[in-house]
């Protein structure tokens, strides 16, 4: 079994509604400090496969037709453990 | 400016109705070798502060007031370059 952390993130230069709500949220509880937020996704997805080879190839494909929408965003993720 | 990658995630133990959707998406889509999806938030967050300890301190306080929910959510975060 094979666990993967897939990031999910606006591309740069999309703009971010979600984000920007969420900064004027901070803004408004007093952290002025904060110049800029960006709110993306964070899947954790456990996968039955052969190889580590075979999980990338599995999670890939789903990323790009499902869990990302390829034309706004970017996504990578990483294995853990075993 | 520091630039804090925060990751909010359910607890373990609390239901996950959109990881469940997506699983189920998945499995449609022909992926049968998922066993498990839990989706969490991903948030890039620039904070302008006179050290890392102050930005982390706020960025700590940040999660634990409006971004994550610490009834069913855990957060952590790490900061990236400068």
Redesign the interface.
Known sequence: ?FTARI???LKEGVLDPQ?GA?MN??HT?G?Q?????????????????SSQEQAEK?VN??CA???ANPVIEDYKFEFVGE
Chains 1, 2 share one sequence.
């Not at 400090?33 to 496969?49: E, F, I, N, T």
């Open positions: 079994m990031y999910v993130t984000g969420v949220s901070l509880l952290y400090s904060v110049k800029d937020v960006r709110v993306g996704k964070y899947l954790v997805v456990s996968v039955q496969a599995q494909e789903m037709k499902l869990l």
